[in-house]
């Protein structure tokens, strides 16, 4: 078997990893990574490398799709699990089973995006204090040139290696002959130069890094976060309205792409996804990595969506709508740790692989930021040549989707900043201008005993990055899974969590109407929204321009609606209702 000396690293990492001695009859059985390995470029097949643990000596069988593989495709080497898939089979779930045990279920994506992330000796501080990759960097190819030929090209003409891939974005990565920054930004330049390359894309990422920083100090009545957005009204709503003995309205199951790398499984709150989750048509299924703790900012997001109720600190909206769902996948996968080059290469792929909501809970700023006071922002930053190269592959990757998937939705975090969302030049992805990308503000509750439909329920949450640009606040607070059934978990805020409840949302009502357009779902969140904030008459200040105001259009051409002009709060319940009049009204259904 071929192997890729790039992947070496991997391997012995894995091998490492696994090289301490487990009771494996009673340790449960995790699939910890699930990573491209191999030759990266195969056509014919994909090799895939596990982390396991819980493994003992024996191979274990492992089910892909629902079909148990061959055990010549299945190997241990130097302690790694590697499969041998074959490239031209339809994507879908993968779980190991061993003595009784099941694992967690991981999505096997066939469709062959997949960039490599750096080793920390790969990895130097640049002259921002930023951390970049030395030696990796991609390149994305003017449309009118085949991709990987042209990249091979390059590749040979300046003495490097094509190693990671996004095709339906003609972009891939090389490795470079660079020791250091300044060797690799020389060779950035010659290479960019090239009247073949669109861009070239700088990596700027520690080895490990949180996708998004949780903004702390939740408010103390974080525990009545969700009624602000009609959490429970919404789920009650869906039960009632649509049983599956209606025959009025048919939903409709919908695939979820969440960008985050990993959940755990330990916790009460997703123990019962274990092995063939999909053995039950209309339940919520999650397939990820599993993590080692439960306050993992991938759990907390996934949780949000997938919880199970009254188990371990989390309820999930999805989950909540078992009793009459049409079965949600939740599917958490980020591909590997490249950073933001890895975040668009798995978007890519759940794109591919059905998922209709992309969930995009992180964003970036451009060194020298500033936030609504001028201070400069110090979070979650990147250089100015590292922004110019996203600002790039995420342009390739809308003009995608617009083009390939057009009914596709991706929700994003406005961001913790308490910065300006929308500005092109300093923050990325939220200031995209797209009807495919909806952008989520945070809020949290007031503390003012007044209706839930009052404006002064709730209030923006400081830290929440604002402006026109963004569509809708949803809550900012949230209780973390737990290991503990019975134990109450930490509160985790910031707009990474308000991220989710908008886009289980639309998951929702997209179940309820698969038709629905982009542009009709935020016609829709918008109409159903309640008010927050203060009216300014269209001409806000910068500090209190929360959202996207209000307009007559959105209030049935009222001029007089005491709503006009002020920021929108996400109101679940109203925009399902809205949702199933909005289908009883098409003609011919």
């Given amino acids: 078997?071929?192997?890729?000396?790039?992947?070496?690293?991997?391997?012995?990492?894995?091998?490492?990893?696994?090289?301490?001695?487990?009771?494996a009859s009673e340790a449960p059985l995790r699939i910890e990574l699930f990573q491209r390995c191999g030759d990266l470029l195969g056509q014919q097949t994909q090799t895939f490398c596990l982390q396991v643990s819980g493994l003992d000596d024996a191979t274990p069988q492992v089910t892909f799709a629902g079909t148990a593989l061959a055990p010549e495709r299945i190997e241990k080497q130097n302690g790694v699990l590697r499969i041998t898939l074959d490239s031209d089979a339809q994507s879908g779930p993968l779980w190991l089973e061993q003595d009784q045990r099941q694992s967690n279920p991981v999505w096997a994506s066939l469709r062959g995006s997949h960039v490599i992330a750096a080793t920390e000796n790969e990895i130097a501080e640049n002259m921002d204090g930023v951390s970049s990759y030395v030696d990796l960097i991609s390149l994305i190819?003017?449309?009118?040139?085949?991709?990987?030929e042209e990249a091979r090209r390059l590749a040979e003409k300046y003495d490097a290696q094509v190693v990671g891939q996004i095709p339906p974005l003609n972009t891939y990565q090389l490795r470079l002959p660079a020791k250091d920054l300044d060797a690799r930004d020389a060779l950035v330049l010659r290479l960019g130069s090239e009247l073949s390359v669109d861009a070239v894309v700088v990596e700027e990422s520690n080895a490990e890094e949180s996708i998004e920083a949780d903004a702390v100090t939740p408010p103390e009545a974080h525990d009545q976060e969700w009624a602000a957005n009609r959490f429970l009204d919404a789920v009650n709503f869906y039960q009632r309205r649509l049983p599956r003995d209606h025959d009025d309205v048919d939903t409709h199951p919908v695939r979820i792409g969440v960008i985050e790398r990993n959940v755990d499984f330990d916790a009460p709150d997703f123990a019962d996804y274990l092995g063939d989750c999909r053995m039950e048509a209309t339940r919520t299924c999650v397939y990820a990595k599993d993590a080692d703790a439960p306050d993992g900012h991938g759990t907390t997001v996934a949780g949000i969506l997938a919880a199970a109720w009254n188990e371990g600190g989390n309820s999930g909206f999805l989950r909540g709508l078992d009793s009459?769902?049409?079965?949600?996948?939740?599917?958490?996968?980020?591909?590997?740790?490249?950073?933001?080059?890895?975040?668009?290469?798995?978007?890519?792929?759940?794109?591919?692989?059905?998922?209709?909501?992309?969930?995009?809970?992180?964003?970036?700023?451009?060194?020298?930021?500033?936030?609504?006071?001028?201070?400069?922002?110090?979070?979650?930053?990147?250089?100015?040549?590292?922004?110019?190269?996203?600002?790039?592959?995420?342009?390739?990757?809308?003009?995608?989707?617009?083009?390939?998937?057009?009914?596709?939705?991706?929700?994003?975090?406005?961001?913790?900043?308490?910065?300006?969302?929308?500005?092109?030049?300093?923050?990325?992805?939220?200031?995209?201008?797209?009807?495919?990308?909806?952008?989520v503000g945070g809020h949290e509750r007031s503390g003012e005993d007044v209706a839930v439909e009052d404006v002064r329920y709730a209030i923006k949450r400081d830290a929440s990055n604002i402006d026109m640009r963004v569509d809708i606040t949803a809550a900012a607070c949230v209780r973390g899974s737990t290991v503990d059934e019975a134990k109450q978990?930490?509160?985790?805020?910031?707009t990474s969590y308000s991220t989710p409840l908008v886009a289980g949302l639309i998951a929702a009502m997209m179940s309820i109407d698969p038709t629905l357009t982009p542009a009709q779902l935020r016609i829709l969140l918008r109409r159903s929204a309640m008010p927050i904030g203060e009216e300014y008459d269209f001409e806000p200040t910068d500090a209190d321009d929360l959202t996207a105001p209000i307009i007559p259009s959105e209030r049935a051409n009222d001029l007089n609606h005491p709503d006009i002009g002020l920021s929108a709060r996400l109101d679940m319940y109203k925009a399902l209702d809205l949702t199933v009049q909005s289908l009883e009204r098409t003609p011919g259904t």
């Fill in 141 to 148: 190819i003017e449309e009118e040139y085949d991709g990987l």
């Fill in 324 to 439: 009459v769902g049409p079965g949600f996948d939740v599917i958490v996968d980020r591909g590997s740790d490249a950073g933001i080059t890895a975040n668009i290469a798995a978007s890519v792929n759940l794109v591919q692989d059905g998922a209709k909501v992309i969930n995009w809970s992180w964003g970036i700023h451009r060194v020298g930021t500033t936030d609504i006071n001028g201070d400069e922002v110090d979070s979650l930053i990147r250089s100015g040549i590292a922004m110019d190269g996203y600002e790039e592959l995420l342009e390739e990757f809308f003009l995608w989707l617009r083009r390939e998937h057009p009914d596709v939705v991706v929700v994003n975090s406005a961001g913790n900043a308490s910065s300006f969302s929308g500005r092109d030049e300093y923050r990325l992805p939220s200031s995209f201008v797209t009807d495919q990308l909806f952008v």
């Fill in 1 to 23: 078997m071929t192997v890729n000396p790039f992947a070496l690293p991997l391997i012995a990492s894995l091998a490492l990893a696994l090289s301490s001695p487990v009771t």
């Fill in 489 to 494: 978990g930490e509160a985790h805020c910031g």
